[in-house]
C-alpha cells in the first residue's frame, strides 16, 4: 500500500535523488586503471564526512569514499617506494598521495624525479624508474687500451694495458663511482723502454806482412726498439771501419729512439803486430830499416861507413817465424891492397866507398906540406864522416915514400899515381878526388879544413850521408 510523501518534505527528496544520479555518473570505470574515479576537483571530493541536508536539514547522509583507489601502483625495480596519502588512507595511491622514491646504490633516478603525486587525471606526476648509473666513457690511451668488468656502469673495474715496448703510467685500475665519476684520471701507454742494440764481436786481427796496421770492417749493428720500431739516430764514438793501429781500441754504438730512450752496447778491436827481436847498426856501418824497423815482413838495409867493408847480409828481413833471414851484418876496416901492379888498381879500390885527398910535397920539410899536415890532424874526426882518405906523395923518385894511413906505398905504384893525375913533384900540390873517381878540386896552397869540408859537403851523395849519420847519431863534437 502506498503511502503519500508529506508534501513539507518534497524538497529533501529531490536533493536526495540529486545525489544519487551524481554518484551514479561518476561510478563509471577509468578505462586501463582498474579503480573507480573520483572528480578533478581534489578539494570538493577529498575524504570527509559530511551531512547533506536540504533546506530544512532534516535529513543527514554520510558520504564515504575513503580507500578508493585513483593511480596505478607504484613499482619500482632497483628502488624502494614510501607513499603518503592526503589523510593516511590505506591506499597509498588515492588522488593527491605523494610517494617518495629511493633507488638502491648503484642506480638513480631516471630524468630526475624523486617525488610523484597522485593527480587528478588519474596518473603519476612524472617518470619513477631507476637506472644504474653509468660513469662517461674511458678514454682509450693510444698504443694500449683497457678493458672492464661491466662497462661503464657503476663498481665496474676497467683494468688498463699497454703494447708491448709501453709502459703504463698512471693507476692500473679505476672503478666507476655511485657519483659518475673514477677513482681517477685516465692512464698513458709511454715509451719509457730502451731500444735494444747489439755490438758487433770481432777477434784480434794480426797486421799484414810489412805493416803495423791491420784492416777492420764490420756492418753498423741495426738497433731494435720495442715500441714503434722506430730510431732516430745511430752514433759510433771511436774509430769507424777502416785500417788500426797496433794496440787496443775501444769502441762503442749509442742508439736513439723517439721518445728519446737510449741504449749502448761496447766493443773492442785489437790489431797485433808480430815483431822480430830488434837488429842495430853494426859498428862503423849505418841499418835502414823499411815498414817498423822489427815487424813482420819489415826488410833492413846495412851499409858501412867508408873504409869498412861490410861482412854477412846486405839486407835481412823479418819473417813470420819472428826471426831474421840472411847472416849478422858486422863492418870491418878496408883492407887496402898496396901490392897492386897500377896506379888505376890501386884507386879502383876506393871507387864508390871512399873519397881521396892526396898530397905532394918536394920533400917533407916543405912548410906548405907541414902546415897542411899539421890542420888535418886535428880535423880527423871530420875525414871520417866524410869518407876522405888521405894519399900521401913526399920526395921525388926513386927517392920518393908514398903511405896511406900506415901503409907505405912502394915508389914505383908513387909515381905511377903522380904521372896518372899529372901531379907535378917539384912543388906542393894537393889533389880532391870524389868516390866516382873525379878530379873535383886542385889546390897549390894549403887550406883549412873547414874550407874543404864545405867543398866536400856539396858533392853528389854527401847529402845522403849526411841524413844517415844523423839519424845514426854519428856526429863530430
Keep these: 500500500m502506498l503511502k503519500m510523501i508529506p508534501h513539507g518534505n518534497m524538497d529533501t527528496w529531490a536533493i536526495v535523488v540529486l545525489v544519487v544520479v551524481v554518484q551514479h555518473c561518476f561510478s563509471f570505470t577509468y578505462e586501463g586503471s582498474g579503480y573507480h574515479g573520483y572528480g578533478d576537483d581534489e578539494d570538493a571530493y577529498a575524504h570527509r564526512n559530511g551531512d547533506v541536508r536540504g533546506k530544512t536539514g532534516s535529513i543527514q547522509y554520510s558520504l564515504d569514499?575513503?580507500?578508493?583507489?585513483?593511480?596505478?601502483?607504484?613499482?619500482?625495480?632497483?628502488?624502494?617506494?614510501?607513499?603518503?596519502?592526503?589523510?593516511?588512507?590505506?591506499?597509498?595511491?588515492?588522488?593527491?598521495?605523494?610517494?617518495?622514491?629511493?633507488?638502491?646504490?648503484?642506480?638513480?633516478?631516471?630524468?630526475?624525479?624523486?617525488?610523484?603525486?597522485?593527480?587528478?587525471?588519474?596518473?603519476?606526476?612524472?617518470?619513477?624508474?631507476?637506472?644504474?648509473?653509468?660513469?662517461?666513457?674511458?678514454?682509450?690511451?693510444?698504443?694500449?687500451?683497457?678493458?672492464?668488468?661491466?662497462?661503464?656502469?657503476?663498481?665496474?673495474?676497467?683494468?688498463?694495458?699497454?703494447?708491448?715496448?709501453?709502459?703504463?703510467?698512471?693507476?692500473?685500475?679505476?672503478?666507476?663511482?655511485?657519483?659518475?665519476?673514477?677513482?681517477?684520471?685516465?692512464?698513458?701507454?709511454?715509451?719509457?723502454?730502451?731500444?735494444?742494440?747489439?755490438?758487433?764481436?770481432?777477434?784480434?786481427?794480426?797486421?799484414?806482412?810489412?805493416?803495423?796496421?791491420?784492416?777492420?770492417?764490420?756492418e753498423t749493428p741495426e738497433g731494435l726498439d720495442t715500441a714503434d720500431g722506430i730510431l732516430t739516430d745511430v752514433i759510433l764514438k771511436g774509430k769507424p771501419p777502416g785500417h788500426f793501429p797496433e794496440g787496443l781500441h775501444k769502441m762503442s754504438y749509442t742508439v736513439f729512439d723517439r721518445a728519446g730512450n737510449k741504449a749502448s752496447c761496447r766493443f773492442s778491436v785489437r790489431v797485433r803486430v808480430r815483431r822480430c827481436s830488434p837488429l842495430s847498426s853494426p859498428e862503423n856501418g849505418y841499418m835502414k830499416c823499411d815498414s817498423d824497423r822489427d815487424n813482420y815482413g819489415a826488410t833492413c838495409h846495412f851499409r858501412c861507413t867508408g873504409g869498412y867493408e861490410l861482412q854477412g847480409s846486405i839486407a835481412r828481413v823479418c819473417q813470420y817465424g819472428l826471426t831474421w833471414s840472411g847472416m849478422e851484418t858486422t863492418c870491418t876496416a878496408m883492407n887496402i891492397n898496396v901490392g897492386v901492379r897500377t896506379a888505376s888498381d890501386l884507386l879502383d879500390q876506393f871507387y864508390e866507398k871512399r873519397r881521396l885527398l892526396i898530397i905532394s910535397a918536394p920533400t917533407a920539410a916543405n912548410h906548405y906540406y907541414r902546415f897542411q899536415m899539421s890542420n888535418l890532424q886535428h880535423a880527423q874526426c871530420g875525414l871520417d864522416l866524410r869518407h876522405v882518405t888521405v894519399i900521401e906523395l913526399v920526395g921525388i923518385y926513386p927517392a920518393q915514400i908514398g903511405r896511406i894511413s900506415h901503409r907505405l906505398v912502394p915508389p914505383g905504384l908513387s909515381l905511377q899515381l903522380r904521372l896518372l893525375l899529372q901531379i907535378s913533384n917539384n912543388n906542393f900540390n894537393m889533389v880532391m878526388i870524389d868516390k866516382q873517381g873525379m878530379d873535383r878540386e886542385r889546390y897549390t896552397y894549403p887550406i883549412t879544413s873547414a874550407q874543404m869540408f864545405t867543398t866536400i859537403d856539396i858533392w853528389q851523395g854527401r847529402k845522403d850521408e849526411m841524413l844517415l849519420q844523423q839519424e845514426a847519431g854519428h856526429t863530430c863534437q
Design 65 to 218: 569514499y575513503e580507500g578508493t583507489p585513483w593511480c596505478a601502483p607504484i613499482k619500482v625495480k632497483h628502488g624502494d617506494v614510501s607513499c603518503r596519502s592526503p589523510r593516511g588512507e590505506y591506499y597509498k595511491n588515492v588522488m593527491g598521495s605523494r610517494c617518495k622514491i629511493r633507488c638502491k646504490r648503484g642506480y638513480e633516478i631516471q630524468q630526475g624525479h624523486s617525488e610523484v603525486v597522485c593527480m587528478a587525471s588519474k596518473h603519476w606526476s612524472g617518470n619513477y624508474a631507476c637506472r644504474e648509473i653509468r660513469c662517461p666513457k674511458l678514454q682509450m690511451p693510444a698504443n694500449g687500451g683497457y678493458k672492464c668488468s661491466d662497462g661503464s656502469y657503476f663498481n665496474s673495474r676497467c683494468e688498463f694495458f699497454c703494447s708491448p715496448g709501453y709502459s703504463l703510467k698512471g693507476p692500473n685500475t679505476v672503478t666507476c663511482q655511485y657519483h659518475k665519476s673514477w677513482t681517477s684520471g685516465g692512464s698513458v701507454c709511454m715509451d719509457m723502454d730502451a731500444p735494444v742494440i747489439k755490438c758487433p764481436n770481432l777477434k784480434d786481427k794480426s797486421a799484414e806482412p810489412g805493416m803495423v796496421t791491420a784492416r777492420v770492417t764490420w
